[in-house]
């Protein structure tokens, strides 16, 4: 069975600073890796995922989030974040038989304070 | 193009009674999977259906009941509402067999059982 863990529910941070959201998993097969965000009264956006290959990955909008199979991690990264970054983060793990099926952590809050 | 639809946006209901809830995937787009997000948590897998057949099954009771229709939309039933069923329904679609690996969601079906 899988399993992911976001061990911050809120993280508070001040515009234009650096923040890390940190995303645990636990799973016996190989697995992918998302970042989803939701926004206030929306549905889930993907923001990045890992498949397979150079172990950081980018989004359009300056996140990145980096695989370390080692200490079965898929940390949210992003150097410098603005207002419009608040949202809820949710990571996520699928094996390789059934990429629809998304096991999801409990999400972390990020709210970027002016 | 139109993104995944969900309807109702809301719906209020008594314990016990019986619930429909409906979904449009993304035209193209043959894989639909539901989930349950309760407030202050992360979505939990309900269903998922692939070409009108059940691919996956999450831990949910056998009051929670879908099925997919030739046209990819999808219905997701539940029977004998308990207040514990309050919760954001989710829809996703993916085009499988596309390698994208990339679930695109709906906005939910708020549901609130009183």
């Keep these: 069975a899988q399993s992911v863990t976001q061990l911050d529910s809120q993280v508070p941070v001040f515009e234009e600073a650096p923040v890390e959201l940190r995303c645990n998993y636990s799973s016996s097969v190989s697995v992918y890796l ?9 549905g889930l956006q993907l923001l990045l995922k890992y498949l397979s290959g150079s172990t950081l990955v980018e989004s359009i909008n300056g996140f990145e989030a ?7 991690s898929f940390h949210l ?3 410098s974040v603005h207002i419009s970054d608040t949202a809820e983060y949710f990571c996520a793990v699928s094996d390789s038989y059934n990429t629809d099926k998304l096991i999801f ?3 972390t809050r990020l709210q970027v304070f002016p | 193009d139109a993104g995944v639809t969900q309807s109702p946006t809301h719906l209020i209901k008594t314990r016990g009674q019986q619930v429909t809830l409906r979904c449009s ?3 193209g787009h043959k894989s639909v999977s539901w989930y349950q997000q309760v407030l202050g948590q992360g979505p ?4 998922q259906y692939y070409e009108k057949e059940e691919r996956g099954r999450g831990n949910f009771p056998d009051r929670f009941s879908a099925r997919q229709f030739p046209n990819y939309s999808s219905e997701l039933n539940v029977n004998a ?5 309050s919760a954001l329904y989710l829809c996703a679609s993916s085009s499988q067999g596309a390698a994208s690996y990339e679930q695109y969601f709906g906005p939910g079906t708020r549901l609130t059982v009183t």
């Design chain 1, 77 to 79: 990264r992003k150097p």
């Design chain 2, 44 to 47: 939990q897998f309900i269903f």
């Design chain 2, 25 to 27: 995937p993304i035209s």
């Design chain 1, 105 to 107: 952590g409990t999400g």
């Design chain 1, 34 to 42: 998302f970042w989803y965000v939701q926004y206030p009264n929306q």
């Design chain 1, 66 to 72: 980096e695989f370390n199979k080692s200490q079965t």
């Design chain 2, 81 to 85: 509402l308990l207040l514990g069923d």
